[in-house]
């Protein structure tokens, strides 16, 4: 494989350099195609590809799977290939699909007994997800899949070190919107007004006790706010505040409790201060469950490729749709270490950006994968 590095580098610059948003990868998954020479696959989820890499035993195939997209990011990073639009790779799309092309491009040479579906998925990063529409197309029970790997760079882990753990390793995520109406007037005679901010502000404290009090702290939860919208003038109290938030769970019988929490304190809250809600809510991923079977195959391909620290337990609750082909066959997400170092860019920030060399470990990931896919 080291030999397709260098060009999967050069691809992964280009790709970075020309970032599409969500639902307009169309040039980014004709670049991918071309790159894998393979033929044109078929179109998947309107802008996203698959393409079929044949293996001399036949059989079923391993989907190995990168996403398309870019976030709505100005870019930080100073390079000479950095994006020079409102779009940035800072989630390491570009690496995974990079990696993915060295694979790929790898196996033809060589030849592999399994085939390969090479996933090119777009709409990562919205909802309704591109994985969801990718399993409803039928195109993975179209070729025959029986395991789908996939690989993500992770910053939180330390350089050289691949996960693949058992079990849940990402959270399920809900979104949701709290309108609270009250009635409004003048900020000078708060006695006569039904204040829908204070009422607001009281729902958001309130939602922390949630994770900590009615989910097992086995299991966890997390709830945020991310945006709070109210008002326009500092001496006028509005009739409406919104807050926007995510629910996320790591285990799926929890969902309902949470739910059923959530609305409880919203409500209640409100009531308190004289005020009334609406809850809506928005349900995006479910929980990511690595297949077992295939978490401690991979561990032991991983174990044997030099200048690689496997783990066995590393989870978060961020949230990615690659949950949905979990649900439908066998699935295998692994994390790759960055390097856990304070202060370094997270996903998503304007700033991060993996270095050339996370391309050659998603791809020996990526590898292991297949390995234990094939091995069962």
Known sequence: MATELPAAIELRHRAHADPRASGDEEDTAALVVEALGAGEGVQVAKTGRAVLLPGSAGGPA?????????????????????????LM?????????????????????????????????????????????????GVLAEHDVDAVI?????????????????????????????????????????????????????????????????????????CSIGRIQAGAAA??????????????????????????????????????????????????????HNDPGLATRAQAWLARTPRIDVDTEFRSFGADDFAHYCGATRGLMMFVGLGDSAGAPSLHDERFLPQDTAVGLVANALIAGYLAAMES
């Not at 959530?262 to 409100?270: F, H, P, R, S």
Request: glycine share 8%.
């Open 235 to 288: 001496n006028v109290v509005p009739n409406h505040a919104s807050a926007f938030g995510s629910l996320r769970l790591m285990r799926a019988a929890d969902r309902d409790v949470a739910l059923d929490a959530l609305a409880e304190i919203v409500q209640g809250t409100a009531k308190a201060h004289g005020c009334t809600a609406e809850l809506r809510i928005s349900p995006c991923e479910p929980v990511l």
């Open 89 to 137: 790779h800072a989630c390491g799309h570009d690496v995974h699909l990079a990696a993915l092309v060295a694979v790929c491009r790898s196996a033809v040479e060589i030849g592999v007994p399994k085939p390969i579906l090479a996933l090119l998925q777009p709409r990562e990063e919205t909802s309704p997800s591109g994985a969801f529409d990718v399993v409803g197309s």
């Open 150 to 222: 996939g690989a993500h760079v992770q910053p939180r882990l330390t350089q050289g070190v691949v996960s693949a753990a058992p079990g849940p390793v990402n959270a399920s995520t809900d979104e949701f919107e709290v309108i609270v109406h009250g009635q409004g007037g003048h900020a000078g005679y708060p006695h006569l007004l039904r204040d829908p901010i204070l009422a607001l502000s009281q729902v958001v404290v309130s939602l922390q006790q949630l994770a900590s009090r009615r989910i097992d702290p086995i299991f966890g939860a997390v």
């Open 62 to 86: 391993v989907a190995l799977r990168s996403e398309l997209d870019a976030l709505p990011v100005t870019e930080r990073t100073g390079v000479a290939w950095a994006s020079q639009s409102d």
